[in-house]
């Protein structure tokens, strides 16, 4: 659970009213003039306006569409659908939903600095961000796991990965993922906070204890993260070691230009590792540890790092799926149209044959 979401609409005190927007005729702005209890409307000048709204616009944009191709060419071609594109479908799933849902309406309520939603649906929308945060955590550890089985057990990976136990790990994911977040939604205490006397009318946000702020830090963050780390570096040590030994079978035989190519993938192989590791800890490590530490001076910062997970969501389908050769095939048939042909879905992306 996010314990910081929604925030920018917080109770001002006296001090605050005293700075509050005030039109031309000196008028204080609320959310809600007819409503008494209404919140303070902030200021933002027209040149603001339109520059937030047209960066909200795009990122949700290429969020939604990113993700779409690689929802259609896993969905279409049935050379894709192997356990590991399975996990990565999901991971494009959430990814998706954070761009329709998530970042237009957080766009708006930022742009805004009001919640016009009402109140039933922003516990519906804070329950739909810590739910699309901890399924993309969960989804992001099993791809992890998947490919540490597939390069240090190859033998074994067609009997411990098939593609009933992951379609059952992919909906075990989500499902504890929500149960896991109903439980903090519900233990901080937002389904009373409508009777709360210091919460205008025109704000959205929970307020996370620090018990169960350093519960989640943990539960969602350093333990899936040492995971994930673990398991990418002796995922590189094991192809390390291969790529060592195939460059001294190259001695006793074998062509330099094959050599060369093996090095090659190693540093490919490399880059790619440390792309995905580099990214996940500066999206992440930052926004967790000022959960912890947040104090209502930091709520600029705070807002910065929880758009950059936002932003994440569209570097992902970058990070695992433009790496292969086979998502820039299928989205060179998907935007000539040529999925619409007979028999498309049989069609060996591969090698561009049927």
């Known amino acids: 659970m996010k314990g910081q979401e929604g925030e920018q609409n917080k109770p001002l005190t006296e001090g605050d009213l005293l700075m509050a927007y005030e039109t031309e005729d000196h008028e204080t702005q609320y959310c809600f003039p007819a409503i008494n209890s209404s919140c303070i409307k902030g ?47 999901s991971l494009a799933v959430n990814d998706l939903l954070v761009g329709i849902i998530v970042i237009p309406v957080e766009g708006i309520k930022l742009i805004e600095t009001c919640w016009y939603f009402g109140h039933n649906f922003c516990g519906i929308f804070i329950l739909t961000i810590a739910l699309l ?25 067609p009997q411990k990965i098939t593609m009933t136990k992951t379609i059952l790990i992919i909906c075990l994911c989500w499902f504890c993922s929500l149960t896991y ?13 409508s009777n709360k006397t210091d919460v205008c009318y025109g704000q959205c946000f ?3 204890n620090f018990a ?22 002796r995922i590189f040590y094991v192809v390390h070691k291969q790529v060592k030994v195939i460059n001294s079978l190259v001695k006793f035989g074998k062509s ?3 050599s060369s190519v093996r090095r090659k993938s190693e540093s490919k192989a490399a880059l790619t590792l440390g792309i995905i590791v580099t990214v996940y800890l500066l999206c ?71």
Not at 59 to 66: D, G, Y
Not at 339 to 354: A, C, G, K, R
């Open 43 to 89: 200021k933002r000048s027209k040149y603001e306006y339109n520059i937030m709204y047209v960066f909200v616009s795009l990122l949700s944009a290429w969020t939604v569409f990113l993700n779409l191709l690689v929802i259609i060419s896993i969905s279409h071609f049935k050379k894709l659908h192997t356990p590991t594109n399975l996990l990565i479908l």
């Open 133 to 157: 945060f901890s399924a993309s955590l969960s989804n992001l550890i099993f791809i992890a796991v998947d490919r540490f089985i597939a390069v240090c057990y190859p033998l074994l990976y």
């Open 181 to 193: 977040n109903i439980t903090g939604l519900i233990s901080n205490g937002y389904v009373d906070i």
């Open 206 to 208: 929970i307020v996370a």
């Open 212 to 233: 169960w702020r350093v519960t989640d830090l943990f539960l969602s963050f350093v333990f899936p993260c040492i995971g994930i780390i673990t398991l990418y570096l």
């Open 256 to 258: 330099v230009m094959e």
């Open 284 to 354: 992440w490590i930052p926004y967790y540890i000022l959960s912890v530490t947040y104090t209502e001076n930091a709520f600029t910062i705070m807002n910065f790092l929880t758009w950059a997970l936002y932003v994440n969501s569209g570097l992902n389908p970058l990070i695992y799926a433009l790496f292969y050769r086979w998502f820039k095939m299928s989205v060179k048939h998907i935007l000539t149209l040529r999925i619409s042909q007979p028999s498309s879905s049989l069609l060996n992306i591969f090698t561009d044959v049927v």
